[in-house]
């Protein structure tokens, strides 16, 4: 059975600090990574996909793989207040056709 | 363009009736997937289209469930005999086999009485 594992929070970070967000998943054979958002209310849309170890940065976003440790987070700089979410993680097996499963979520908070 | 389209977005129902749930993927996307989510909880898998290939039904939480996609585009999830603990919001969301990004529709919300 394919596990996601993500700290469910809520994560408290101070306006403008770094938020950091973590995930770790069980299936080695993971090849390619998404983080999506979710709003109270609203639907996941998609922040960032990675693929390959190490950093990809995007903005505001940073994310990190680390496949050998199977794991992947996600960094936010400078937070604000309207990053205030659900943070979803979700790998992607090699073959393609395979579903894709998510993360709990990691809700965090932005205080202003 | 058009994104993931879902009708209704909002169900009230009686305990005891069926309802369907429709879901219009994105023109192209082999992909679709249903997913149900309770307040304040995760994404809850419930069943997955794939091209031509059988439907991943794993999620689905009992034989009340069921869904069909027509013609590799619009699928239609049923819940036969609703019970109160089906409350819930129901998303849809579809992708092209070559990214996997999903697309998720704005769900339908389910009451029942």
């Known amino acids: 059975q394919k596990e996601v594992e993500q700290n469910s929070g809520p994560l408290s970070v101070p306006e403008g600090a770094i938020a950091s967000l973590n995930c770790t998943y069980s299936?080695?054979?993971?090849?390619?990574f998404f983080w999506y958002r979710q709003y109270s209310g609203k639907s996941p849309e998609l922040i960032m996909s990675?693929?390959?170890?190490g950093d990809k940065e995007d903005g505001r976003f940073t994310a990190q793989l680390n496949k050998a440790s199977q794991y992947v987070s996600l960094l936010i700089r400078d937070s604000q207040p309207s990053d205030s979410a659900t943070y979803l993680c979700?790998?992607?097996?090699?073959?393609?056709?395979?579903?894709?499963?998510f993360g709990k979520g990691t809700r965090l908070h932005i205080l202003p | 363009g058009a994104g993931v389209s879902q009708s209704p977005s909002n169900k009230v129902t009686e305990k005891g009736k069926d309802v369907e749930l429709r879901c219009d993927p994105i023109?192209?996307?082999?992909?679709l997937y249903w997913y149900r989510q309770s307040l304040g909880q995760g994404l809850e898998f419930l069943i997955y289209?794939?091209?031509?290939?059988?439907?991943?039904k794993s999620g689905l939480p009992s034989d009340r469930f069921s869904a069909e996609r027509t013609g590799g585009s619009v699928s239609t999830l049923t819940i036969q005999r609703t019970q109160q603990e089906d409350s819930a919001v129901y998303l849809c969301?579809?992708?092209?086999?070559?990214?996997?990004?999903?697309?998720f529709g704005p769900g339908t919300r389910l009451t029942v009485l």
């Open positions: 299936d080695r054979g993971s090849q390619s």
């Open positions: 979700a790998p992607r097996a090699m073959n393609r056709d395979d579903k894709i499963i």
């Open positions: 990675i693929y390959s170890n």
């Open positions: 289209f794939q091209g031509n290939s059988a439907p991943d």
């Open positions: 023109s192209g996307h082999t992909a």
């Open positions: 969301a579809s992708s092209l086999a070559s990214t996997g990004t999903q697309y």
